[in-house]
């Protein structure tokens, strides 16, 4: 029922959510806001005595921080910035309590400085890093196991469960991911395609081929490959038109979208990096190694690009001269004023056999929440992070939706049907998430893919001693937290 709600509300052009318009009509507008926010029946309300909760959140600039997700800024769109005052006022109302934030370029070392200074506490209640940062916190011991706290409902739909599972070691999770958490979904990778080259190749229709389940990378490969167009100087360069456009991230996701995953877990759910590869994985990674070398492809981690990898990649789409670009969701933000028509499509499957896509959120700019251990009263805190995902999936998902669709209402219905799938089902890889603690097991993969060279399990092989000792290192330090 809440999915049907949410498409009627995306599809709305007159949401509660209103641009406010000069400062101080901001207050009245997040007023007004909030009192379109029901109250849950199911989460406790409890009078927590003016208590101040603070977040801290990383800015490493470039745009690359989290701090929007828990306070409105003025570079953040007004459908976003007034469900995030909406969804705080709510929280602040029912507990009687006041959200703070503050940022730091360095969350890590700053969690690190607070707590060997001996924290009373009252500095910071939550952090929301990103998973590698998430790691680096719970490897030093700063971060509460989230497992036996009261009021926490992983099941329900405004927790992303995946993350509860993916990444618990030993039975232990410290980091949880929600409605709240929309960086996520800006560093979430899909497929998005320029409608027109489609028409005039007369490709068949992707959102059925995904809708029927058929969106493999065999397929995405193939319909990729009928493209290429020279500009005329019979030399391939940035500058012909390609049937996909990435740089070497598309690695890391495709590799997700076909279910791989580097690092296993053992019996007991402790960490472990296999000796050798599966079938499956040098079966897929053969076939991305093909991809990306071959001349459709506009692969810019290759030398004659890499300096400018990424605006490369990006331009070459919103310029009309890539049929597929694959990417975050947060460049949605430029796509919009493309003068082609473009869609989006998640991740392809490995193969047909595959029950469900799979969405790569990237490990390091992305975002969670987790809980220090220099906080006190964490049962409070708990109760906390439940209903600020509660509230946050009827006020911050659909704004984040509506904000991507907005002024594409034709397109709507597929286009809000792709991104609840994309956003729906994330598969996390500690062999990509360990990548700044000595474990760089994608930087491994996605040389030998910018090098043409399909020596996966070889080289898998020959780091398996050097990273297994880091992994074992992380289960030692999970084993001895309390």
């Not at 995953?261 to 472990?272: S, W």
Request: aromatic residues 10%; charged residues 25%; contains cysteine.
């Amino acid at each position: 029922m809440k999915k049907l709600i949410l498409l009627v509300l995306v599809l709305s052009m007159t949401l509660t959510f209103l641009p406010s318009c000069a400062e101080e009509q901001e207050e009245e507008a997040a007023e007004t806001t909030a009192s379109t926010v029901e109250a849950a029946t199911d989460i406790p309300v409890k009078d927590m005595q003016e208590r101040t909760i603070t977040f801290l959140t990383y800015n490493r600039g470039g745009g690359y921080t989290t701090t929007p997700e828990i306070l409105k800024t003025e570079e953040q769109a007004d459908v976003i910035n007034d469900a995030i005052v909406s969804r705080n006022l709510t929280i602040e109302e029912n507990y009687n309590v006041k959200i703070e934030c503050y940022e730091d370029e360095n969350i890590v070392e700053e969690l690190n400085r607070l707590t060997l200074a001996g924290s009373d506490g009252s500095e910071v209640d939550f952090v929301i890093p990103s998973q590698s940062y998430a790691i680096a916190m719970m490897v030093a011991g700063h971060l509460v196991p989230l497992n036996d706290l009261p009021y926490l409902n992983f099941g329900a739909e405004y927790w992303d469960s995946n993350m509860i599972a993916d990444t618990a070691i030993g039975g232990k999770n410290y980091m949880m991911q929600c409605d709240m958490n929309w960086v996520a979904w800006d560093t979430t990778y899909l497929v998005f395609f320029n409608k027109r080259i489609a028409t005039e190749e007369n490709i068949e229709d992707m959102y059925a081929l995904v809708d029927e389940g058929k969106w493999t990378f065999e397929t995405y490969a193939e319909i990729s490959q009928r493209v290429y167009r020279d500009d005329g100087d019979t030399v391939v360069d940035k500058d012909d038109t390609f049937g996909t456009s990435a740089c070497n991230v598309c690695v890391d996701a495709f590799m997700i979208g076909a279910g791989i995953t580097y690092i296993q877990k053992d019996a007991n759910g402790y960490l472990v990096l296999p000796s050798s590869t599966t079938e499956q994985m040098d079966n897929i990674f053969n076939e991305i190694v093909d991809f990306c070398n071959a001349s459709e492809t506009l692969y810019t981690d290759h030398p004659a690009y890499k300096a400018q990898r990424v605006q490369i990649a990006h331009d070459t789409f919103t310029e009309g001269r890539a049929l597929f670009f694959v990417d975050c969701l947060a460049t949605y933000t430029d796509l919009k004023y493309m003068e082609d028509e473009f869609g989006m499509l998640p991740l392809p499957k490995y193969d047909e056999e595959q029950k469900e896509y799979y969405t790569f959120s990237h490990f390091q700019n992305g975002s969670c929440l987790a809980i220090p251990q220099m906080a006190k009263d964490v049962d409070d805190l708990a109760l906390i992070a439940e209903a600020i995902a509660y509230y946050s999936h009827d006020t911050v998902r659909p704004a984040y939706i509506n904000n991507i669709l907005e002024g594409r209402i034709a397109q709507a219905e597929n286009d809000y049907r792709m991104i609840d799938k994309i956003t729906s089902n994330y598969l996390y890889d500690f062999g990509l998430i360990l990548y700044d603690y000595g474990v760089p097991v994608n930087t491994t993969v996605r040389m030998l893919v910018t090098n043409n060279l399909k020596a996966l399990s070889s080289q898998m092989k020959s780091v398996q001693k050097m990273y297994s000792a880091k992994v074992e290192a992380i289960n030692a330090k999970v084993s001895e937290i309390d």
